[in-house]
């Protein structure tokens, strides 16, 4: 038997107290504290992570102090739009336009929207694109090199572009054999 409009809105926000009061007893646990130096926090990742990793370090530069970014793309890459992030971010062979994406974070940087990026100066940015990624064309993964260029010494970049592996993390000795494109996208 159908539910009435009000007896449905009950329920719901019954559902959502109950959600908020289970995130509240595990918020209030104690977490362990770690032996960590702020000066030396980076973040990576791979894929969505790489462009997230991007993202994060630009915007929050005062914080961060490296990225590694294995098969990402550029800061504010799709610019809010969901067509671009799949299109010019993962699969045009011309790349995005960088330096549109360097002129936005500049905008960003000038309206308090993001930390500033003179922070990214001495930054060390490692990038990596496997020679057989079908996934993120290369083209796109190296213009986080070509953004970066903006705002850090060419020596702080290191971009890796001539290893023969599908869209994966890299390893010496784990993970699925390099030449496969397959979950959880670790390669040997």
């Known amino acids: 038997r159908p539910l009435r409009p009000g007896r449905a ?3 719901l926000i019954g559902v959502y107290l109950v959600l908020v009061l289970c995130c509240a007893v595990f918020a209030s646990a104690n977490l362990p504290r770690f032996n960590v130096d ?3 926090i980076s973040v990576s990742g791979i894929s969505s992570g790489g462009f997230m ?3 994060l370090h630009v915007a929050y530069s005062s914080i961060f102090k490296g990225v590694g970014v294995v098969a990402g793309g550029p800061f504010y890459c799709a610019r809010g ?5 799949l299109t010019t ?3 045009l062979p011309m790349g995005t336009n960088v330096q549109q994406l360097i002129d936005d974070a500049k905008s960003f940087e000038s309206s308090g ?4 990026l003179s922070n990214l100066n001495n930054n060390p ?3 990596f694109s496997g020679t057989s990624d079908t996934v993120v064309n290369k083209a796109v993964v190296k213009d986080v090199v070509t953004f970066y260029s903006s705002f850090t ?3 702080d970049i290191i971009g890796v572009f001539d290893v023969s592996a599908p869209h994966c993390m890299p390893t010496l000795d784990y993970g699925n054999v390099c030449t496969e494109l397959a979950s959880a996208y670790v390669g040997r």
């Open 81 to 85: 739009q969901f067509t671009t992030a």
């Open 113 to 116: 929207k993001i930390d500033s």
């Open 53 to 55: 990793a991007v993202q």
């Open 89 to 91: 971010c993962m699969s």
């Open 125 to 127: 940015v490692w990038v």
């Open 153 to 155: 010494s060419s020596s």
């Open 38 to 40: 702020p000066s030396h």
């Open 9 to 11: 809105k009950m329920k």
